[in-house]
Each structure stands twice: as structure tokens, then as C-alpha cells.
């Protein structure tokens, strides 16, 4: 951090004296004291469970004002993004920094295209799978695997097979994806086709041709490419984080990728997704009340999933836009979702309850998804998935960034130790 970021001190009175901890201002107003010094000056640590308080690293990608609702990937509001760019543009603006040329956006889309093909392979390794294994397993293994069929991309040193591998990485996963996805249901695998572009490509790949056609199927391309807009940074979320922590090691992008797609995986982070429906599911097929699944939610016997967020304190921005979406969707759906009314009704209910309004616990991007994917024909195993494909680009430019930050170091946090003291092994003393 430069001097001119750094704006004033605290003083940390500690019973060896005081220490003066700088402040930085960042671009918004947040100030942000160092704490580097601490440990040297003082031999004392900072302990903070879930790192809530903590900022591992300066980050010029996403802004996000938790209390007010704010999302913005490069200084842009993703509301604008979400009228008026398509998920490659926004994957462009936050790998590489800013909105892309037209001819620079024609570039990195062709590239796409031509690298969508996964080697023969590991197209017969994916088919080799187990049908019934999680796809997110199953991602994060191919994923990883990337690393041996694509070794002149590995060096995190080269700047050039860092560029390789991201375009590997975009291009290659939704085909790997919409592989598993076939495998899983003991259909033939559909090979890439180059004149279509990203989602479209994605969409055929995983159901074949005439799946939706016509109106509904430019509505359901649409809704999937803005689904990825709204998923595709996040700042230090806690696969993003862990993209980070495995990067700063100097491993691959690919492994470091591959882990954040299994912290992905979790029904606290982007596992939520499935775990809403799920619990839609059971509430329908229980015949529980809302009002009854509510008290057992207040009587911690199960979470609401899909409401709560450790940074949004207000609504979550993306769960507006998703909202509005799934009314889209379903409105023109033939079947229109009996599980969007009941997570209306959810939302509903849970609005009005001072256990949720006390504690701040609005819907999040992962309650409305769930609904969108399940009317649009994706089983509910895959809709972590695609959560996967809208990260990509975040969890790319993550790892790029912190390649180039001269602040960087290998992570590794400290722990507050309260086991046992020493003692002695029996019979030794
Ligand atoms: N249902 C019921 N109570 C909740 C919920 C919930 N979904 N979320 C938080 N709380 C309560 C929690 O019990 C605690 O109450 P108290 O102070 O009385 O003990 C209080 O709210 C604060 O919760 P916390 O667990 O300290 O909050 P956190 O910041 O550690 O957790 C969270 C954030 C997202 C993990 C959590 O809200 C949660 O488990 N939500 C459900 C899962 C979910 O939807 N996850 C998706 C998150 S958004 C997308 C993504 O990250 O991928």
C-alpha cells in the first residue's frame, strides 16, 4: 500500500506500552488498520473466527457495502451489468480490468470458442465416473486433472501460460460440466459446437438441440447468462478466499480453482443453492406450514436456507434480480412452479418475523436460484454447478491479482492454542 492510501494511526495501549498501527482509506471511505507490526512489537496475535474482521489482501476487483446493498465488479453496479452486458463481457472486465474493445470482446469470445474441446481422454475419464457421484466432486477432480493434460500452463511465474490457462479454464469447463451431466444420466456426450457462443454452447452441450427453442428458449439463454453475471465475483467469499490461500503457496490455477470449487460445494456457500430446494421439497412433501417450518427454523432445529449472508446486513442485490427472473420464467413456464409460491410465501412470512428482521436475515442469491434452474430442466445436483461457471471468471481474476500484488505472501494465519500443556509420553519420565 502506498503512503498516500495511508491516512492516519491508532494507538494500541497494551500493558508493554503503546503501538502505533497505521490506517488505510480505501477507495469507498473504508479504513482498514495494519496489523502486521502487532506480532513483531507486541508477541501478540489477533484471534477472529470466520476472519469477519479481516482483510487478507487489497483488491482493486469487487466492491461490495453489505449494509446498503451495493455490488459493483470494477466500479460498475451489477445492476448495470445486468441490463446491459453478457456474462463473457463481464468475465473479460473482471479478468482483465476494464470493459473490453469490441474487437478485444470478438478475441476472447473466439478463443473461448476454439478451446471448448477437452481432450478424448478425459472425455472417456469422465465417462469412467461414478453416474451417481456429486457433479461438484466430479468438477473439482476434472477440474484438477486440467493440470496434467495442460502442463505448459501451469507456471504461476509466466505470465503467458497464465493467460493460456485462463482461457483453458473459461472455455473448458462448461464442457466438462455438461459431460458430467450427460454421463450422469447415461446419455452420449455432445461435443462443442464453435458457431454458438458461451451459454447457448453450454445449454446444447447439457440437453441437446430442442430442448427449448423459439421465444422460450432466447428467454431461458438469457436467464442462464444473467444468472452468471450476477454469481461471477464476490469478492473474499469463502471459495474465492480459498482460491487465494492455495495460490499463495505458488500452486497451479488449476489446483487452486479446483479447491475453490469444493469450498463451493458446501451448503453454507454455494451449496445453498441445492439445499434450498431441498428444503422446498421437504416442506411441500411434509405438508408442514410455513408458519410451523418458521418456528423450527427459530427453535435451531434447521436453518432457513438461502437467507442470511455474513456481508449483506440488508437485501441481498442479486436476490432482487433473480427474483424478477424467476417471475419471468415461470410466468412463461407451461408448469408454473408450485415450489416459487412457496418460497414467496417463505420470503414472506420470513420478513415479517423479528427473528429474522433483528437479525438481519434477508433472502441471498442462493433462494430464488434453485427455482429458475429447477423450471428450466436442471436437476437439483447440478445447480451448484452452475454456480461453478458464473464464479469462474471471479475466482480467475482473484488468483491473478494476488500474483501481482506486492503485499504478497505465502498464507498462513496464526491459531490461539488452548491445549494441553506439555506433559510427558508414559514411561518417558
Ligand atoms: N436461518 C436461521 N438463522 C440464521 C440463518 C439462517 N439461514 N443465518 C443466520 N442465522 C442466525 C444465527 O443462528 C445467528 O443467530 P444468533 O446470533 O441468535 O445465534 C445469527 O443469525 C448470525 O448468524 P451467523 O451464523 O453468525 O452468520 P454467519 O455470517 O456466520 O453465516 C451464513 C452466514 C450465510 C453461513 C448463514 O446466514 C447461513 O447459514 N445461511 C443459510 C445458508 C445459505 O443460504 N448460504 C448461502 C450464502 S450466500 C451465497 C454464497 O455464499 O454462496
Known amino acids: 500500500m502506498s503512503d498516500d492510501e495511508k491516512e492516519r494511526t491508532v494507538e494500541l495501549h497494551h500493558e508493554g506500552g503503546t503501538l502505533e498501527l497505521p490506517v488505510f482509506t480505501g477507495t469507498e471511505g473504508e479504513r482498514t488498520i495494519e496489523l502486521k507490526p502487532l506480532l513483531g512489537s507486541t508477541g501478540m496475535t489477533t484471534l477472529d473466527p470466520g476472519f469477519g474482521n479481516t482483510a487478507s489482501c487489497s483488491s ?10 451495493i455490488l459493483r465488479y470494477r466500479g460498475y453496479p451489477i445492476q448495470d451489468l445486468a441490463v446491459g452486458s453478457t456474462f463473457v463481457e463481464v468475465a473479460y472486465l473482471l479478468i482483465y480490468g476494464e470493459l473490453p474493445e469490441p474487437g478485444k470482446l470478438k478475441e476472447f469470445s473466439d478463443k473461448l470458442r476454439e478451446n471448448a474441446d477437452i481432450p478424448n481422454d478425459m472425455g472417456t475419464l469422465i465417462d469412467a465416473l461414478p453416474r451417481n457421484g456429486h457433479p461438484m466432486a466430479l468438477m473439482s477432480s476434472m477440474t484438477n486433472t486440467l493440470a496434467g493434460y495442460y502442463e505448459d500452463s501451469t507456471d504461476p511465474g509466466d505470465e503467458e501460460q497464465i493467460e493460456l490457462a485462463t482461457i483453458r479454464l473459461m472455455a473448458k469447463l462448461p464442457t466438462i460440466a455438461a459431460r458430467i451431466y450427460r454421463n450422469s444420466i447415461g446419455e452420449a456426450p455432445i461435443a462443442p459446437d464453435p458457431s454458438l457462443d458461451y451459454v447457448e454452447n453450454f445449454v446444447r452441450m447439457t440437453f441437446g438441440d430442442g430442448r427449448v427453442d423459439g421465444e422460450l428458449g432466447e428467454l431461458f439463454h438469457k436467464a442462464v447468462d444473467l444468472l452468471l453475471i450476477l454469481h461471477a465475483d464476490h469478492e473474499l467469499n469463502c471459495s474465492t478466499a480459498t482460491v487465494r490461500v492455495v495460490g499463495s ?5 488449476f489446483a487452486s480453482i479446483a479447491s475453490g470449487i469444493s469450498a463451493l460445494s458446501g451448503p453454507s456457500h454455494g451449496g445453498a443453492n441445492q439445499a434450498v430446494l431441498e428444503m422446498l421439497e421437504d416442506i411441500r412433501n411434509s405438508g408442514v406450514s410455513v408458519e410451523d417450518y418458521l418456528e423450527r427454523v427459530k427453535n435451531r432445529e434447521v436453518r432457513l436456507m438461502g437467507f442470511g449472508h455474513r456481508v449483506y446486513k440488508n437485501f441481498d442485490p442479486r436476490s432482487k434480480e433473480i427474483k424478477e427472473l424467476a417471475g419471468q420464467i415461470l410466468d412463461r413456464h407451461d408448469n408454473p412452479e408450485e415450489l416459487f409460491e412457496l418460497a414467496l410465501k417463505l420470503e414472506a412470512a420470513a420478513l415479517k418475523d423479528p427473528y429474522f428482521t433483528d ?6 442469491v442462493d433462494f430464488f436460484t434453485g427455482v429458475i434452474y429447477r423450471a428450466m430442466g436442471f436437476p437439483t445436483n447440478m445447480f451448484t454447478v452452475l454456480f461453478t461457471l458464473g464464479r469462474l471468471p471471479g475466482w480467475i481474476a482473484h488468483y491473478r491479482e494476488q500474483l501481482h500484488d506486492p503485499a504478497f505472501r505465502i498464507a498462513r494465519p496464526r491459531q490461539h492454542y488452548v491445549g494441553s500443556a506439555e506433559r510427558r509420553y508414559p514411561g518417558q519420565g
Not at 482493486?60 to 446493498?69: H, P, Q
Not at 503457496?249 to 490455477?253: N, P, R, T, Y
Open 359 to 364: 437479525r438481519k436475515l434477508y433472502p441471498n
Open 249 to 253: 503457496s505458488k500452486a497451479d490455477i
Open 60 to 69: 482493486k476487483i469487487t466492491y461490495i457495502d453489505g449494509d446498503a446493498g
